[in-house]
């Protein structure tokens, strides 16, 4: 059974679908506890599921790295066999990635290598393109540049906004993450050696 620690910034959509997927018995993998860089809304998926949290506000630190080395160590008290990075919102120092890497996965609402970054939604929207999509990816020290794992194209429709791209984009990639932690669990990833999409 893999056991997984999901870190978030936000809603939480894509950690509700692996703990309403962690539900069956017969999926190989358990989410033990939900972090989070802020109160973030999505903690309330951990309550709901009666899932341990931690919190460690970024603002209380001086720096990313002082603020990475606490945020590891509360990682670390679970034992995780892999860290979800879903909809979390901070860059990471490369010394937290290293800890983790390979095991250390993250979303993203794009087709990588296009559009990555904080903004990959609107990026799309602007460059006018017909289609994006969503990735799922091993975390490396660069921006959304890590192996790829699981992606899928999204249809860009006209008169989409960013918000109504969004949301079918979300659907896909919650989707992708289900799989893609079903397929780690199952051994038809490597994260040691990944094989493009």
């Known amino acids: 059974m ?9 809603g939480g ?15 190989p993998a358990r989410v033990v506890a939900i972090g989070a860089d802020r109160d973030a809304d999505g903690l309330e998926h ?21 603020w990475a080395d606490e945020l590891l ?14 909809g979390f919102m901070r ?37 006018g393109v017909t289609q994006t999509g969503a990735s799922v990816i091993i975390v490396d020290n660069g921006v959304d540049s890590g192996p790829i794992i699981a992606q899928e194209r999204v249809a860009v429709l006209p008169g989409d906004t960013e918000h109504s791209l969004h949301d ?13 932690v079903l397929d780690i669990a199952n051994g038809t990833v490597n994260l040691q050696e990944p094989q493009q999409a």
């Open 46 to 66: 951990a309550e709901a599921f009666g899932i341990p949290t931690f919190v460690v506000p970024f603002t209380s630190y001086p720096d990313r790295e002082s």
């Open 73 to 86: 160590a509360s990682v670390r008290v679970w034992s995780p066999d892999l860290v979800v990075l879903s």
């Open 13 to 27: 959509s894509n950690l509700r679908s692996l703990l309403e997927a962690a539900e069956d018995a017969e999926y």
């Open 2 to 10: 893999l056991s997984l620690v999901v870190l978030i910034s936000g």
């Open 91 to 127: 860059l990471l120092p490369e010394r937290f990635v290293q800890a983790l890497a390979p095991n250390l996965i993250n979303t993203h609402p794009a087709y990588l290598p296009e559009f990555p970054g904080a903004h990959g939604v609107s990026d799309a929207i602007a460059a």
């Open 168 to 180: 079918r984009i979300k659907i896909v990639e919650r989707q992708l993450l289900v799989q893609s």
